[in-house]
C-alpha cells in the first residue's frame, strides 16, 4: 500500500529584532493606524544585515528535527523565493549545516503558497519511497527584497522560518495528509513580481533599472484573487476528505491580511473565530506564514490533536493551495 505524509515534529524561528508600525511610519508616509486597519498587522520580524535565509531555516529545522525526535530526515524541501543566491539552491546548504550531509535537497518556489507545495513535494518523496522522513521548510527573508521606500509592500511582510518533520506512516493516523489541492495560472505573474536577477532581465554588470530588483504587488488585485483562490481551492479539498465547512476546527490560512482571512471565512462559511492568526505579530512571512501559525496556535494551546485542520494559501505566480489532516500530538522545543 502507498504510504501516507504523517506530520511527526514542528518548529519555528523568528528573527529577535522587531519592527513596530510605529518605527515604520517614521520612515514612510503611513501611519499604525492605517497599517492595523488594512492589514491586522501590528509588528514582524526583521533579519540583522548579514544573516540570509539559510540562517532562519536552519533555525527552524534544528527545532523540528527536535520535535520529531528520533527521526531523521532523509530528504529536505526548502520552499523560498528568497533564497541565499540565485543559483545553487539553498536547501543542500541547510542540510548540511543540520547535519544531514548527502541526503536528497532542494528548493521549491511558489511565493506565498511555497509552503504547501513543498508539503506537496515531501508527500510525494514518502509515496514514491524515494525518502522515509522528510524535512519541510518555509523560510523567507523577505526584508532583504523590499523596496525600502515602498509603503504599499514594506509594512506587511516581515522575515522568519517554520519547518515540519513529514514521515512515512498510514493514513488513519492523525497528521497524515488526508487530501490535497494544488493549482497555479501563470497570466497572473505581473501581480506580484521580481523584474531583475533572473534570466530575462539578467545581470550585465551595469545597474539595474531602479526599483528592479525590489518586489512590487498590486495589491487590490492581489487581494482579491487570494480570497478567490484561498475559498477555491478549500472547497476542491473539502469535497476530497469528504468534510463540510463546519466540521473544521482551525482554519490555517496564509497569514497575508486578517481582512483576507476573515473574507475566506466568510466565503466558506466557516466562523472567523476558527481561524488561526498570528499576523498580527509576524505580518506576512510568504512560505514560512503556514507553519509559523501552526506552531503559533499549538503554543498558545489553541490546536489540539485529533482536531480537524484546513490548511490553505494563495501566492505569486499566481499558485494556490490547500491540505486537509487531524492535527497530531506534537511537542515544541523553545
Ligand atoms: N499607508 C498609508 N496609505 C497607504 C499605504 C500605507 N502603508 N499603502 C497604500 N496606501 C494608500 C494607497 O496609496 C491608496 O491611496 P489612494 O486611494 O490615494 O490611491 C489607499 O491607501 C488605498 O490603497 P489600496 O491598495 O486600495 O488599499 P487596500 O485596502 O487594498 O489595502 C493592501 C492595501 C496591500 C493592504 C491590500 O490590498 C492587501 O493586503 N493585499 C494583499 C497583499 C498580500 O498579502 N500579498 C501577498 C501575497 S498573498
Known sequence: ???????????????????????????????????????????????????????????????????????????????????????????????????LDGIPAMDVAAVCSGFIYALAVGAGLIATEQATTV??????????????????????????????????????????????????????????????????????????????????????EVFQQAVFHMADTSCRVLKKVGWQPEDVDWLVAHQANVRIVHAVCAQMGIPAARAVVNLDRVGNTSAASIPLALADAVARGQLRADQRVLLTAFGGGLTWGAAALHWPQVHLTP
Not at 527545532?63 to 526548502?78: E, F
Not at 519541510?136 to 509603503?151: H, K, M, N, W
Not at 497528521?175 to 505573474?189: E, I, R, W
Request: net charge neutral; proline share 8%; glycine share 12%.
Open 1 to 99: 500500500m502507498t504510504p501516507a505524509a504523517v506530520i511527526a515534529g514542528l518548529g519555528a524561528w523568528v528573527p529577535r529584532r522587531v519592527v513596530t508600525n510605529d518605527m515604520l511610519a517614521e520612515e514612510l508616509d503611513t501611519s499604525d493606524e492605517w497599517i492595523r486597519s488594512r492589514t491586522g498587522i501590528v509588528t514582524r520580524h526583521v533579519i540583522e544585515a548579514g544573516m540570509a535565509t539559510s540562517d532562519l531555516a536552519v533555525e527552524a529545522g534544528k527545532r523540528a528535527i527536535a520535535s520529531a525526535c528520533p527521526l531523521r530526515p532523509d530528504a529536505l524541501v526548502l520552499a523560498t523565493v528568497t533564497p541565499d543566491h540565485p543559483c545553487p539552491a539553498t536547501a543542500p546548504a541547510v542540510a548540511t549545516r543540520l547535519g
Open 135 to 220: 524535512l519541510v521548510i518555509g523560510a523567507e527573508a523577505y526584508s532583504t527584497i523590499l523596496d525600502p521606500q515602498d509603503r504599499t509592500t514594506r509594512p506587511i511582510f516581515g522575515d522568519g522560518a517554520g519547518a515540519v518533520v513529514l514521515r512515512a506512516g498510514h493514513r488513519s493516523e492523525p497528521g497524515a495528509l488526508l487530501g490535497m489541492d494544488l493549482g497555479s495560472d501563470g497570466s497572473g505573474a505581473d501581480l506580484i513580481q521580481v523584474m531583475a536577477g533572473g534570466s530575462r532581465q539578467r545581470g550585465t554588470g551595469r545597474p539595474p533599472g531602479p526599483g528592479d530588483h525590489y518586489f512590487r504587488m498590486r495589491g487590490r
